[in-house]
């Protein structure tokens, strides 16, 4: 807004209601009628209310309502059902067990080729090995004990190809 335009403005811009003048009393009259009666909140408790509040409460809880319980099984029901699983069960017993009877093997059993097989399948380090025997069957006594022909001794040493690896780190 410019400053040499003020003195030129006619209006402040608000604008007062319709009648307003003619019903702000009434409104004001009403608004302090409503401020006297406004104190009281209309709502009123009964004499002793509190005081008897409790015992109301106390035997509307302690009031025990029996009720009729039925059951949804009864002993001949459960002997039925008992009796037809004892002669299922007696039924896969006398059936499959006779098709199924498979000596279990023992270490007698087993040969020792396939023990071997089954340590060069799996990953087992000679300190894995050795971590299952004790020190009295890793002495040297057991180990002298044993003859070994040299044809054994020879095939061994040929077969081993990191025998190869260890020698020639020897080697200066």
Known sequence: MKKTALHTIKHSGFKVPDNYFSEVEARILTDVALREHG???GFQIPDAYLKELD?????KVSEEKSTKVISTLNWRQIASVSAIAASLVLMFQIFYSSENN???PTFDTLEIGAIENYLDQETYTSLDLASLLTEEELSKDTFIDDELSEKTLETYLLEQDELDDLILEQLP
């Open 39 to 41: 104190d009281q909140s």
């Open 55 to 59: 015992d109301k409460i106390l035997a």
């Open 102 to 104: 498979i000596e279990q």
